[in-house]
C-alpha cells in the first residue's frame, strides 16, 4: 500500500497540497492521511477527489514520537513528531512502512507531501 502524508497550514490553497503531492509522487497511491483535527478541511476532500483517494485521519497520539528523517521545530513541539506529512505516511501505510519519499514543500510553504509504501490495507 502507498500512502502520501500530507501537513499543510490552515490558509493553504487546493494548488499548493496538488503541488506538494505531486512532488512527492503521486502515482499509484491508495490514499491520503494527515493528522485528525485536519482531515476534514474542505481543500484536502477536493485534494482527495481530484485524485479519487479516500483520506486517513491519523489521531495526534499515533504521531506522536514517530521518527523521521525531516525536522520541523514547530511540528516537534506541538506534535512530538518531525513532520507530519512524513509520520502520517508512515502511520496509514501500515506495519513495516517505510519512506519512498521525504518531505516535499509547496513553493509558498504551506503544504508538504512525503509518501510511504508498507503492508496497510
Known amino acids: 500500500m502507498r500512502?502520501?502524508?500530507?501537513?499543510?497550514r490552515r490558509d493553504v490553497t487546493l494548488a499548493s497540497l496538488r503541488e506538494a503531492l505531486?512532488?512527492?509522487g503521486a502515482?499509484?497511491?491508495?490514499?491520503?492521511?494527515?493528522?485528525?483535527?485536519?482531515s476534514q478541511t474542505m481543500v484536502l476532500r477536493l485534494l482527495a477527489?481530484?485524485?479519487?483517494l479516500p483520506i486517513k485521519a491519523i489521531p495526534t497520539a499515533v504521531l506522536a514520537g514517530i521518527e523521521t528523517?525531516?525536522?520541523?521545530?514547530?511540528?516537534?513541539a506541538k506534535f512530538a513528531t518531525g513532520s507530519i506529512a512524513e509520520a502520517?505516511?508512515?502511520?496509514a501505510a501500515g506495519p513495516r512502512a517505510r519512506l519512498v519519499s521525504i518531505r516535499t514543500v509547496s513553493?509558498?510553504?504551506?503544504?508538504?507531501?512525503?509518501?510511504?509504501?508498507?503492508?496497510?490495507?
Open 3 to 8: 500512502v502520501a502524508g500530507l501537513g499543510f
Open 22 to 24: 505531486i512532488a512527492a
Open 27 to 38: 502515482e499509484n497511491l491508495a490514499a491520503v492521511a494527515t493528522v485528525s483535527d485536519k
Open 49 to 52: 477527489r481530484e485524485f479519487n
Open 69 to 76: 528523517p525531516t525536522r520541523s521545530e514547530f511540528v516537534q
Open 88 to 91: 502520517a505516511a508512515l502511520a
Open 107 to 121: 513553493q509558498d510553504r504551506t503544504a508538504t507531501a512525503a509518501i510511504a509504501e508498507g503492508d496497510g490495507e
